[in-house]
């Protein structure tokens, strides 16, 4: 008896172990949420799961050393910086390695990297690389042959004192070229397809704050001299940027004070045009917490773009990789700080590769790759179809999201959407409402208005005109009754 009951336990406890280990692959080491509108995080499924985790072993490339950057090229090669190493590393899209470049060819010279800390490969797989110890941008050929070299910088725009310390680095299908620069404050420093310094491109604005407000208050009294003596408030800097569709130029910023902007989309002119409904678009955590007196707030020090428009923004203050639309919604949260599977411990670069994101962790010194949930894709097909303006063919899939979250306000939103183009505008109202969407609120309401006064204006003209015909056939007949009385008298 007494073995029996051994035995049933260990079996017992087995199955248990089977099914907590089960419990916790399904629910990610990490929380999804969403933000409802007074700012409050709610919960939600997940929509990205960790698939597989790749050391630099399991690549075949050996040891990862300081790894800074990740891309992820239109036939799915993956190229990554491995910083410490002094080398570039060219996997297959199962991240096996397929060569290694650490040797280059220029002017018939054999030249190496010093440091790559940024990189990125054109559609014509041209690569272009921020060789940052060596203070140079390399445009490199299919042949690892350097035909471009970006260094001594010479221009009326460039002060004499700054110093080249090239990131990373982008370019458009033109050949423009785009470089973040250490130290660099007064935007992008946009590069010609020659090399040639053409100007700074999307700069930041100083945001406004108090400190802000304060300056300015001074330098309105104080002299000339006094103000030069004033520290200088500088513009937030960029952390990282991506080409996108239409060779639209997507940036990140280290830090902001309000969270507005952390992302933005820049058109030709170097003007932000990733703005939402209600103007500027708030990104990553609208809660924080304090430590040591001090806001940990969300810091994106990489973003990724994919070819349905998705955006994906790396955050290194709480690991969490952020997923928003072209209107700046989030469809997506996932990742946090740790040594679990799908967690980081110095999340440096994130890209995407067929519906796939993978992130690259410097602390670890590995790739993780994370898949999209059944919700995820679900979320995913109606996100596109609802930016093609297919809002009806999109309805089906968003209330099949929003039966697994009811906190969703994007698929209240697209719901909403369906139901005014089919003018069920009551209906549309609801759902408006449920996804705090005033702006739609307000356009569905004025719709139900005109509807109400479509229906009941023709009854309530033939009401009136009846009261009209009543009230002036009683008074002709009081003023001929007055009449007949007024003759009868007489």
């Given at each position: 008896m007494k073995n029996r009951l051994i035995a049933l336990t260990a079996v017992l406890l087995a199955l248990l172990s089977l099914g907590s280990a089960s419990t916790v692959y399904a629910e990610a080491p990490y929380r999804a949420y969403v933000y409802n509108e007074w700012d409050q995080s709610k919960a939600a499924p997940n929509?990205?799961?960790?698939?597989?985790?790749?050391?630099?072993?399991?690549?075949?490339?050996?040891q990862l050393v300081e790894p800074q950057d990740l891309f992820v090229?239109?036939?799915?090669?993956?190229?990554?910086?491995d910083t410490g190493n002094n080398r570039i590393i060219v996997l297959d899209e199962k991240l096996k390695l397929l060569r290694v470049?650490?040797?280059?060819?220029?002017?018939?010279?054999?030249?190496?990297?010093?440091?790559?800390?940024?990189?990125?490969?054109?559609?014509?797989?041209?690569?272009?690389?921020?060789?940052?110890?060596?203070?140079r941008v390399l445009r490199i050929q299919g042949d690892y042959t350097v035909d471009l070299v970006i260094k001594e910088l010479d221009h009326p725009l460039i002060p004499d004192s700054f110093v080249f310390k090239p990131v990373k680095v982008a370019a458009d299908s033109a050949g423009r070229i785009y470089v973040l620069s250490e130290g660099q404050y007064y935007g992008l420093m946009q590069f010609d397809m020659n090399g040639g310094f053409t100007s700074y491109y999307g700069s930041n604005k100083v945001e406004v704050t108090p400190a802000v407000v304060l300056e300015a208050f001074w330098k309105s009294i104080l002299s000339k001299e006094q103000r030069e003596s004033m520290v200088k408030l500088l513009p937030i800097e960029y952390?990282?940027?991506?080409?996108?569709?239409?060779d639209f130029v997507y940036t990140s910023t280290i830090v902001s004070k309000n969270s507005a902007e952390q992302i933005k989309k820049l058109n030709?002119?170097?003007?932000?045009?990733?703005?939402?409904?209600?103007?500027?678009?708030?990104?990553?955590?609208?809660?924080?917490?304090m430590k040591q007196n001090v806001k940990?707030?969300?810091?994106?020090?990489?973003?990724?773009?994919?070819?349905?428009?998705?955006?994906?923004?790396l955050d290194r203050t709480r690991g969490h990789v952020f997923e928003y639309d072209q209107e700046g919604n989030q469809t997506a949260v996932f990742g946090a700080l740790g040594n679990q599977a799908g967690t980081f411990?110095?999340?440096?670069?994130?890209?995407?590769?067929?519906?796939?994101?993978?992130?690259?962790?410097?602390?670890?010194?590995?790739?993780?790759?994370f898949t999209l949930s059944e919700y995820g894709q679900l979320v995913r097909e109606a996100t596109v179809l609802y930016s093609q303006g297919l809002y009806e063919e999109a309805a089906g899939l968003w209330e099949q999201v929003s039966k697994s979250n009811r906190n969703s306000n994007v698929a209240h939103v697209g719901i909403a959407k369906a139901l005014e183009k089919e003018e069920q505008y009551g209906s549309a109202m609801k759902r408006y409402m449920l996804g705090a969407e005033h702006a739609g609120y307000s356009d569905a309401f004025a719709q139900v208005r005109i509807q109400t006064v479509r229906e009941y204006l023709p009854v309530l003209m033939t009401v009136l005109a009846l009261?009209?015909?009543?009230?002036?056939?009683?008074?002709?007949?009081?003023?001929?009754?007055?009449?007949?009385?007024?003759?009868?008298r007489g």
């Open positions: 929509s990205y799961l960790p698939d597989k985790v790749y050391t630099g072993i399991d690549m075949g490339a050996g090229t239109s036939g799915n090669q993956i190229y990554l910086a470049i650490d040797k280059l060819k220029l002017n018939g010279q054999e030249t190496a990297l010093n440091q790559p800390t940024g990189l990125y490969v054109d559609a014509s797989g041209v690569l272009y690389v921020a060789d940052k110890g060596n203070g952390s990282n940027l991506d080409i996108g569709t239409n030709p002119l170097g003007n932000n045009v990733l703005k939402g409904q209600k103007g500027a678009v708030r990104f990553g955590d609208r809660e924080y917490t940990v707030d969300t810091s994106f020090v990489d973003v990724a773009i994919d070819g349905d428009g998705f955006i994906a923004a411990l110095q999340p440096a670069a994130v890209a995407y590769q067929n519906g796939d994101i993978l992130v690259l962790d410097t602390g670890k010194k590995n790739v993780t790759r009261l009209a015909v009543i009230y002036y056939a009683l008074k002709w007949a009081r003023i001929r009754t007055a009449k007949k009385r007024k003759g009868a």
